[in-house]
């Protein structure tokens, strides 16, 4: 089963910035509504961002106007734009399709938001 790539998580104060990369393959990209998950240890996994190949966006509204999500056709790849970053923020972040199944999970990228 193809996995998804994430990169870009790391280390930044509140306040912060981060932005966050997937690629995902081409078939999957463009026949599935794409979305950023994130987890922490002892919760179960929830979906923070998606978008529609038509370009539909859907937020949880712990990140409403701090996070955007959008895609590059060309280079099927997904992004997570966050903005003001929190604390609890803090997770490991992950993209699949919404609903998620049709790629395996990847590794994910941890995203610490820290003084």
Avoid: H
């Amino acid at each position: 089963q193809v996995q998804s790539v994430e990169s870009g998580g790391g280390l930044v104060q509140p306040g912060g910035s981060l932005r966050l990369s997937c690629a995902a393959s081409r078939s999957i990209f463009r026949s599935n509504i794409m979305g950023w998950y994130r987890q922490v240890p002892g919760k179960e996994r929830e979906l923070v961002a998606g978008i529609s190949s038509g370009a539909y966006l859907n937020y949880a509204d712990s990140v409403k106007g701090r996070f955007t999500i959008s895609r590059d056709v060309t280079w099927n790849t997904v992004y997570l734009q966050m903005n003001s970053l929190k604390p609890e923020d803090t997770a490991v972040y992950y993209c699949n399709t919404v609903p998620p199944g049709r790629m395996a999970w990847g590794q994910g990228t941890q995203v610490t938001v820290s003084s």
